[in-house]
């Protein structure tokens, strides 16, 4: 799906994929990552989720990466605190109770956009992009991230047919291989049966390479 159809959905308010609780994955598994409340969590293709008030809620100041304004408006409209509007160098969104979104592209959010992430968090992201994109994705989420960071990941498994066609894409244990574990420490955490029988995995993620003394990583 390119960036244009993914703003033809939000303008027309194709958005199944949106939730109204927090997805199990988390509340289920968060904590497995031990992090330290502080612990700033990027979370790419965030969309208008809940899960992103949930983590602030635990005390993590939450950074959000979203393509559609549409989304940004509708997040706001969940609550009743106060908005603040944020500019980070040509990234533009909002602050509202612990929650920050930026409006853009993913593929263009640098490190000097967001600062440093102790954490992240990726539930219909990475399964959202076609495979080529996951490529650009699995790569460019590394570069966003120092050594010792740690993530969620959450993956869907299909069967028969429904592989061909996304999103949300199929993305298999081998291709996960491929995709993280140059970059990344990958354990796998647990696992959902949604109703249609299609199912889910729980991953933790941990940034390779040697900590660097300037990229504290706040855990
Ligand atoms: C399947 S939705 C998942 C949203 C959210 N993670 C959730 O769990 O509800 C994928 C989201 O990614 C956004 N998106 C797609 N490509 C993007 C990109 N290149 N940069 C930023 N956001 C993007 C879409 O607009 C959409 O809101």
Same mark, same amino acid.
């Given at each position: 799906m390119t960036n244009d159809a993914w703003l033809s959905r939000w303008d027309e308010g194709r958005? #199944?994929?949106?939730?109204? @609780?927090?997805h199990t994955g988390l509340t289920d598994?968060? @904590? &497995?990552? &031990?992090? &330290?409340?502080h612990t700033r969590v990027l979370v790419p293709?965030? =969309?208008? @989720?809940?899960d992103m008030r949930w983590l602030a809620h635990q005390g993590h100041p939450v950074v959000g990466v979203e393509l559609a304004q549409a989304a940004l408006l509708q997040f706001t409209q969940g609550s009743d605190d106060d908005v603040e509007h944020v500019s980070r160098d040509g990234f533009k969104g909002i602050r509202q109770s612990g929650v920050e979104i930026l409006c853009g592209d993913f593929f263009q959010f640098r490190r000097d956009h967001g =600062? @440093?992430?102790g954490a992240f968090y990726d539930r219909a992201a990475l399964i959202a992009l076609p495979p080529a994109r996951r490529q650009r994705y699995a790569f460019h989420l590394a570069q966003l991230l120092p050594p010792g960071a740690v993530g969620l990941l959450i993956t869907l498994e299909k069967t028969g047919? &429904?592989?061909?066609? #996304?999103?949300p894409f199929h993305v298999s244990r081998k291709e996960l291989e491929h995709l993280f574990d140059a970059n990344f420490e990958r354990t796998w955490l647990g696992e959902f049966t949604a109703i249609d029988g299609e199912r889910e995995d729980i991953w933790q993620l941990v940034r390779k390479g040697p900590v660097d003394d300037e990229i504290q990583v706040q855990r």
């Open positions: 958005i #199944g994929f949106n939730l109204e @609780s927090p598994y968060w @904590s &497995a990552l &031990a992090l &330290a409340r293709l965030c =969309g208008k @989720s809940v =600062g @440093s992430f047919e &429904a592989i061909k066609h #996304g999103p």
